[in-house]
């Protein structure tokens, strides 16, 4: 899983990469057959001016959906962190467990056609050969 992190209004520390790249891959390793990649943006939205201006967005690209977009604003970006890969980590979920149920659906409503579909063979050469 590749996490790729860049900031806005402020220099990435070591300790800042650190804790959102160990956040991550704790939320989302079990996921890693389906997430690749991660791209992770934080802000300072009003720099020096201080408040509740911290972000962290997150988007994580999933073959055969649309992106997973989280976005957290705190005053201390630590937290925004945290309860982005929180909130990630559960949408990830969701959106992985509609694909499956999408995909089962779709093979037992095949599996369920070509069961009728032999059954209206047998049935039709019955009828054209009444022995």
């Known amino acids: 899983m590749h996490i790729e992190i860049q900031t806005n209004g402020f220099d990435l520390t070591e300790g800042l990469r650190e804790h959102t790249e160990r956040r991550l891959r704790f939320a989302l390793?079990?996921?890693s057959h389906d997430v690749r990649k991660i791209a992770v943006r934080l802000f300072d939205i009003n720099g020096?001016?201080?408040g509740n201006d911290k972000r962290?967005?997150?988007?994580?690209p999933l073959p055969g959906t649309p992106d997973v977009m989280i976005?957290?604003?705190?005053?201390?970006?630590?937290?925004?962190?945290?309860?982005?890969?929180d909130r990630?980590?559960?949408?990830?979920?969701?959106?992985l467990e509609r694909q499956r149920e999408h995909r089962h659906g779709a093979v037992k409503i095949a599996t369920s056609g070509d069961a009728s579909d032999e059954q209206g063979i047998a049935s039709a050469s019955k009828a054209s050969n009444p022995n």
């Open 29 to 31: 390793s079990w996921a």
């Open 56 to 60: 962290c967005r997150i988007q994580i």
């Open 88 to 95: 990630a980590e559960r949408a990830v979920a969701r959106r």
């Open 48 to 50: 020096p001016r201080g």
């Open 71 to 85: 976005e957290d604003t705190e005053p201390d970006l630590y937290i925004a962190i945290d309860r982005a890969a």
